[in-house]
């Protein structure tokens, strides 16, 4: 079968652009015509011609700073002055009138950094690349070229005026298969998006992709429109085709007039961006006096804060103080950031009144976020009686419907028309949100085998499930299943339960059999301590909590325990927090929000990680963080508060996060399914919903034939020959371990289940490893390889139980009993020796030890003296060694040796590599500018190499 070539398709591609969309063509063999071009088009766009002079402090002015920094330039301007002494002022892009500037298009640009590199196809605006496109031929993984424009990033970009740092978009496609992102160095794969229409028709051909994505006007209103530059991270971002048409369609709405509306996108889908993006685009708008973006106070979160205050300095008012908020209404403030409770407050309280006078009949639009909140409905009212130019826009991921109204108000009724709508069977398609897996456990049965109707109000069942016993039992399979839910506690968990008492019930259960040893998991928790109220989730909607606790009636018995749970916290984390008054109530609440979103990070650290928080309704909506995987479900949950709650579980992250955990400790089947039917279909819920284990079994077992198909066993894979042989292999055992990772996390799993034993796995795996290590590994810098191509996917095979703690463990077992008198005993010792080996050979993160290892056991094992144990004799070794690799790096790279020692210290603490400032200070003698970067490179690297072989995944010894 043929295949149209990478060449044949960059030549359609080339013909399309210079033909029906307009780009002009131009050869650029390498970057110094590149400069030539670039001189032209700028000259051209600002209409002045730049002499030699001038064009240097331009290329001067534009070789400074990071991606991020970069896309700040390209948006300002330039005082350029002139060699006459004039001012110029430099425009790089026209964003306001984003269809006036210059296009075209050159292929092949060859550009030499560490290796020396040639790009696809690149579209040029005013001369700066600013569209990278990556093709790969037809038949090829798309993922392939999304890891081609990975090495360009490291090898390339940033070389010869590092002009290619001013891409904004790259554009990857096989032909049949074509998505688009941003210029982000941490981007994942799956942070690559489809376009589509306004229905959600995906666009995936590159011939229609180019014509509708591509077009002059819509790449460059992307371009100046549709990323965002985010501060926090600095990182830029673009919308999904979903949030582009929302945000067309509200800015079109108050452009035609003052009619509300709301949009309709599934809850993980990025709603806060689009609703900030569409704020940002409404303040532009010249007949629109202000915009207030308006959250629960339990979403305004520092990083919430944080962001929209970057955007404009000083939107957000973080404090509980109306006075402020009345005086950004009243005042020249444009965008207000504010939450719902002093909203109504500031147009409620009369002494208020008069600050508000002038803005009272002003154009003011309201944007919603969570518009489902039940406050919303009785906000809205105030507003419409208040301003009289009001116009409302809300975003809501679950729409309130007649069927799952509490009161008579929809949303609907209160927002008019729906925009847009982008619902979750769009975004699981798209692979936009996860999948749910849910599990049903320890439901109350009759004695005939029939499930109880836990609605029933029946004292009996309430005390079934409020009893000790019960809690224990619910705590007990916590414990027992955690690990295999959250892979080794890579990923954290929430418990929801029904109430208050219940909170605590749990909380001390966990509490008791930490102290007893039963388990190390660290469990947080949070709750409102208002009095006694009427059973707050009874119609299982999920409330609304109030974090106002300053002027909130107190439980003082509740408030003395969550204290007590606080002093928990703070003994597990160091720190020093309290919830003894409002502020700091409220001050406890945002640090756990933002511990558990900060294991997000890079630099996260394993000791600030926690496992698991427990709640009753805070955190269940509007709480986005991705290493959260697994709900634990005690209390009713229904309709929007069912899907809000589950969607907490379901934001994408890398490989191994494969599905949304649902585990719940009461029948919510016919819940679930009515939800899932209300906000998609009926038939929606198989694609919402994660297949029964069974099914995954036997795709396992189907892959495992597959497999023996290519190699019918390991050895098998030493004969493969020709790289497209390996390149099968890899590929079939990729596909086994994706569906292992998925199987595993099933609480009925069984390995005896698979077609595949455990050992042949490792030994498959070993394999895999091998060629892994041998693509990846230096190689010449014209060496082409279709498997350098692929990605491994190694964070599915790695388990951080398996370290040196482990190894030194069967050691100890084997070298205690190698000379044994009982031939059994000493051939367990054998196998446990050649267990050591296997592991050594099959587990990633132990490959950089292996040498070091093997070498203490043969060299080292036999001569250990009585009476000095395994681990000892080993850490004698190991430091030795640790401190014969750092002397050598400092020797061959002439770094002094204190200071090297200093920034691996720092790197522990901080997580962070050491700054290129750092490491050139260490360096005995200072290197010329133009070696610099890649000195600091390397020794950056050896650093990290040094740290990974000796102290990452030791354990304690």
Not at 253 to 277: A, E, M, P, Q
């Amino acid at each position: 079968m043929s295949y149209q070539s990478e060449a044949q398709l960059e030549d359609d591609l080339v013909k399309r652009l210079t033909g029906g969309l307009g780009y002009a063509p131009v050869t650029l063999p390498d970057m110094a015509a590149m400069h030539t071009n670039l001189r032209s088009q700028l000259g051209k766009h600002n209409d002045v011609t730049l002499s030699d002079a001038e064009f240097a402090k331009v290329l001067n002015h534009l070789d400074k700073g990071n991606v991020f920094e970069r896309a700040k330039t390209l948006r300002g301007r330039m005082q350029l002055t002139r060699d006459d002494g004039t001012p110029l002022y430099l425009r790089f892009m026209n964003t306001a009138e984003w269809c006036q500037n210059e296009y075209q298009v050159t292929t092949q640009v060859t550009v030499t950094g560490h290796h020396k590199t040639r790009f696809d196809v690149t579209l040029l605006v005013n001369g700066l690349p600013l569209v990278q496109i990556e093709l790969k031929r037809r038949g090829i993984e798309l993922k392939e070229a999304f890891n081609q424009i990975n090495r360009y990033q490291r090898h390339s970009y940033w070389s010869e005026s590092g002009l290619f740092n001013y891409v904004q978009l790259f554009v990857i496609s096989n032909g049949v298969n074509t998505k688009y992102y941003a210029n982000n160095r941490n981007q994942d794969f799956k942070q690559t998006f489809f376009w589509a229409e306004e229905d959600n028709t995906l666009v995936t051909q590159l011939d229609a992709f180019a014509d509708v994505f591509l077009e002059k006007c819509h790449v460059s209103k992307m371009i100046s429109k549709y990323i965002v530059l985010h501060e926090s991270d600095k990182i830029l971002m673009v919308l999904r085709p979903y949030q582009y048409y929302a945000v067309e369609a509200i800015d079109k709405r108050v452009k035609d007039g003052r009619k509300n509306g709301y949009i309709w996108h599934t809850t993980g889908s990025g709603k806060t961006l689009t609703s900030f993006k569409a704020a940002q685009v409404l303040i532009e708008n010249p007949k629109v006096d202000k915009v207030v973006f308006v959250v629960d106070r339990a979403d305004l979160d520092y990083q919430t804060t944080k962001e929209f205050n970057f955007f404009s300095d000083g939107s957000v008012d973080g404090t509980d103080n109306t006075k402020a908020l009345v005086g950004q209404l009243g005042g020249d403030t444009k965008l207000i950031v504010t939450t719902i409770q002093k909203l109504n407050t500031a147009i409620t309280r009369d002494r208020y009144e008069g600050g508000l006078g002038d803005v009272k009949d002003q154009r003011v639009v309201f944007i919603f976020d969570e518009c489902h909140r039940s406050q919303f409905g009785e906000t809205h009212k105030r507003i419409v009686q208040f301003f009289s130019k009001a116009q409302m826009f809300g975003f809501t991921g679950t729409p309130i419907f007649a069927e799952n109204a509490v009161g008579k108000r929809t949303t609907k009724t209160l927002f008019e028309k729906c925009l847009h709508k982008y619902v979750i069977t769009d975004a699981i398609a798209d692979e936009n949100v996860l999948r749910f897996s849910v599990e049903y456990w320890g439901k109350l049965k009759r004695k005939d085998g029939s499930l109880i109707d836990e609605d029933v109000p029946a004292i009996n069942v309430r005390e079934f499930f409020d009893s000790p016993e019960r809690i224990d039992g619910v705590v007990d399979w916590i414990i027992q299943n955690h690990d295999s839910k959250t892979h080794n506690k890579q990923f954290s968990a929430m418990l929801c339960v029904s109430s208050v008492d219940t909170l605590i019930a749990y909380y001390e259960a966990f509490r008791r059999k930490k102290e007893a040893g039963e388990h190390h998991l660290r469990v947080a928790t949070i709750f409102t301590y208002g009095p006694n109220e009427a059973d707050p989730d009874a119609d299982g909607m999920i409330g609304d909590p109030d974090l106002n606790m300053a002027d909130a009636a107190v439980d003082v018995h509740k408030r003395d325990r969550l204290e007590s749970f606080v002093a928990d916290y703070n003994a597990m984390y160091q720190t020093n927090e309290t919830v003894k008054d409002g502020k700091g109530f409220y001050t406890y609440y945002n640090h756990l929000s933002k511990r558990l979103k900060d294991r997000d990070r890079k630099d996260a650290l394993d000791k600030d990680r926690l496992d698991i928080l427990l709640v009753v309704n805070m955190f269940l909506t509007g709480f986005d963080a991705k290493k959260l995987n697994t709900l634990y479900v005690d209390k009713n949950l229904k309709y929007h508060g069912l899907i809000q709650a589950f969607s907490r579980t379901n934001r994408i992250l890398g490989q191994v996060k494969s599905q949304g955990n649902i585990v719940c400790f009461l029948n919510l089947k016919p819940n679930t399914d009515q939800a899932i039917t209300l906000f998609s279909n009926k038939e929606a819920i198989e694609t919402i919903l994660m297949a029964p284990y069974g099914d995954y079994l036997e795709q396992f077992n189907a892959a495992v034939e597959i497999l023996k198909a290519v190699v019918p066993d390991p050895d098998c894979v030493n004969d493969l020959k020709s790289e497209e042989d390996q390149l099968a292999f890899v590929q079939a055992f990729r596909d086994l371990i994706r569906l292992r990772n998925v199987l595993t996390s099933f609480t009925e799993h069984d390995p005896s289940d698979l077609d595949l034993g455990e050992q042949e796995f490792e030994d498959y795996k070993s394999k895999y490893l091998d060629i892994h290590d041998k693509v990846k590994s230096d190689k010449a810098d014209d060496a082409v390889s279709i498997i350098d191509e692929v990605d491994f996917e190694l964070e599915l095979i790695q388990r951080d139980e398996i370290n040196v703690k482990y190894i030194l463990g069967l050691l100890s077992e084997a070298l205690s009993d190698q000379d044994s008198l009982d031939p059994k005993i000493r051939d367990a010792s054998q196998a446990k020796k050649k267990m050591v080996y296997d592991l050594l050979g099959s587990e990633r993160h132990l490959r950089s030890k292996r040498e070091l290892i093997e070498q203490f056991i043969d060299q080292h094992m036999a001569s250990i003296p009585a009476g000095q144990s395994v681990n000892d004799a080993f850490s004698g070794f190991w430091d030795a060694e640790k401190s014969k690799a750092i002397a050598a790096v400092c020797e061959t790279e002439g770094l002094d040796p204190a200071a090297f020692k200093a920034m691996i210290e720092q790197y522990h603490f901080s997580g962070k590599k050491p700054l290129q400032g750092a490491i050139v200070e260490a360096l005995t003698e200072k290197p010329k500018i133009l070696e610099r970067k890649s000195i600091v490179e390397r020794i950056g690297a050896r650093l990290l190499k040094l740290v990974s072989t000796f102290d990452e995944g030791i354990g304690l010894l």
